[in-house]
């Protein structure tokens, strides 16, 4: 589990990463999705955005196969759960979860914890982390370390909406 320096210094790469003018908004992204995931202590993560107000869409990714891929929002889904409910998602066991009927091929453990990007009252993006390293669940102080990262993810898409 990390711990404050940990996450403070996280925090100063996602703020450094946004303010990189030499980088695009993917491989801002990209950077960041890496930087939690090695936070977080995960083999997967991802950042996914709304688009429009039917869709989400992967636009960062440790599986670089899933970047670009678009979901339906209205999709028994675990991105679409958060949307719609505003709220982060914590599953300890996605196998025997009766809130999804099916598992997701690119799930290797049974955890997974997402957190929405919130505006306004509003979600315009997600991030998902899954395949812990190690024992298999997150605690509490690892869900709020993703919200914490989360609000900071936001900052970095408005700087960059900004300029």
């Not at 960041?32 to 709304?50: A, E, F, W, Y």
């Amino acid at each position: 589990m990390a711990n404050a320096k940990e996450l403070l210094e996280v925090l100063i790469k996602i703020n450094a990463v946004s303010n990189d003018q030499h980088l695009d908004f993917g491989e801002k992204l990209q950077h960041i999705i890496l930087d939690i995931v090695r936070h977080m202590r995960v083999k997967s993560g991802s950042i996914m955005l709304v688009k429009g107000s039917q869709n989400i869409k992967v636009v960062a990714s440790t599986n670089t196969e899933l970047i670009g891929i678009k979901q339906s929002l209205d999709q028994e889904s675990p991105s679409s759960w958060v949307c719609i409910h505003k709220d982060i998602l914590y599953v300890e066991d996605i196998s025997t979860s009766d809130i999804f009927p099916a598992r997701f091929e690119h799930y290797e453990g049974c955890a997974l914890l997402l957190a929405p990007f919130i505006v306004k009252n509003k979600v315009i993006g997600i991030i998902a982390v899954t395949d812990k390293i190690g024992e298999d669940y997150f605690p509490q102080e690892e869900q709020k370390s993703l919200l914490i990262l989360a609000g900071h993810v936001i900052g970095a898409l408005e700087n960059q909406r900004l300029t």
